[in-house]
Structure formats: structure tokens, C-alpha cells
């Protein structure tokens, strides 16, 4: 709703109103005011007072407002493809439907960040190592051990606190950052990607 009339007590059939009855249903015309309206985004918030000195039930309440209109909008239908994976590992299909990307850039944007994360074989290691709390997942570490160099992504974090020794298990997936194109940095023709 974009906006409500305020409602006034007794049945009208031109306003917004409402009734307040007693427990067995008799009806009580007086001593209840509304206090405080919101009008929020998704609801309607009515603060009434009772100035009876008995307990009454709002038992009908009928709104007069203008409507939010329903907007129709054309679905954003978006395809990409990894065609190095597709060869390397055949075609996996995902499909989403999801009202809140309203725009080609926004699913090329998803779209990247799915196929940069699974468009390759899932190449997870585990290692234990000195505690650190500030460690989250999803953070990018970079792992320098034997033939283990590079950035990786945690995706679990055990923790174990023994004989006054934090020390954590990391499970971690290869990353392998897309370099974006930084104005003033980046050469202009080259390797980096334009942000959709």
C-alpha cells in the first residue's frame, strides 16, 4: 500500500474503521483510540489504546488505501558458458530464477562468479595450522607448501583448543582470482575484464 486512511471507530461504509468488543461479543463504542501508525514496507502497524477500565477486542478492521501496483516486468534471461570446462568435464546446467536479479548486468555478474568457482575440478586441500579467530569462511589465504602455492578459499574451520594449543583444520578450495579491470592501472586492451 502506498497509503491508508486512518481508521475511526464504528462500521462506516466510506472510511477505513473498526469495532471493539467486549469478550462475549457486545459491542463498546467509545474509550479506544489509535495511538500510533506505520505504514511500512511490507505492513501496516496500529497501536490502539484502551481507556475502559475493562479489557476489549479489536474485532473488525477495514482498510481504504491505495494500492502498490504490481509492475510487470519482462523476465532477464541470461546464458553462459565456460567452453574449456564443457570440453574438459561435458555440459552441467544450472537454471535460476530469482525476482531479484532485474538485469543483464547483475546475471552476468552471478554468472561469473559461478563459473569461477565450479567451472574447474574442485581441488581441496585440509591442513592443520596455528589458530587464528580471525580467520572466516569464504576468506582467500595464500598457501605456500610444497607443491600447494597459491590462493584458496576456506570452506570449513575446525577448531581445537588442547594443552593451552589453539590450533585450527582449514579445508580450503584453489581460487583463482579474475583480474578486473582497474581504471588508471590496468592496460587498456588487455588481459583484465571489464565489470558487467
Known amino acids: 500500500m502506498l497509503t491508508v486512511e486512518q481508521p475511526v471507530i464504528g462500521e462506516n461504509a466510506g472510511v477505513s474503521w473498526f469495532t471493539a468488543s467486549l469478550p462475549n461479543g457486545e459491542n463498546v463504542g467509545s474509550g479506544i483510540t489509535i495511538t500510533l501508525i506505520e505504514l511500512k ?45 564443457i570440453l574438459k568435464y561435458e555440459e552441467q546446467t544450472e537454471t535460476i530464477n530469482n525476482n531479484f536479479i532485474q538485469s543483464i548486468s547483475q546475471a552476468e555478474s552471478l554468472a561469473l562468479t559461478m563459473l569461477d568457482e565450479y567451472s574447474e575440478y574442485a581441488d581441496i586441500i ?39 594449543k589453539f590450533t585450527q583444520i582449514l579445508k580450503c ?20 575484464v571489464l565489470a558487467p
Open 173 to 192: 578450495k584453489r581460487y583463482t582470482p579474475r583480474n578486473w579491470f582497474q581504471l588508471n592501472v590496468s592496460t587498456l586492451n588487455g588481459a583484465s
Open 126 to 164: 585440509s591442513m592443520e595450522v596455528k589458530g587464528n579467530p580471525a580467520l572466516q569462511l569464504s576468506d582467500i589465504i595464500e598457501v605456500y607448501y610444497q607443491e600447494y602455492t597459491g590462493q584458496y578459499r576456506i570452506i570449513k574451520i575446525s577448531n581445537t583448543l588442547q594443552d593451552q
Open 41 to 85: 514496507t511490507n505492513s501496516y502497524d496500529i497501536t490502539f489504546s484502551n481507556a475502559n477500565s475493562f479489557d476489549v477486542n479489536i474485532n473488525q478492521l477495514s482498510l481504504w488505501a491505495q494500492p502498490a501496483k504490481n509492475i510487470s516486468i519482462e523476465p532477464t534471461v541470461y546464458d553462459s558458458k565456460d567452453t574449456d570446462s
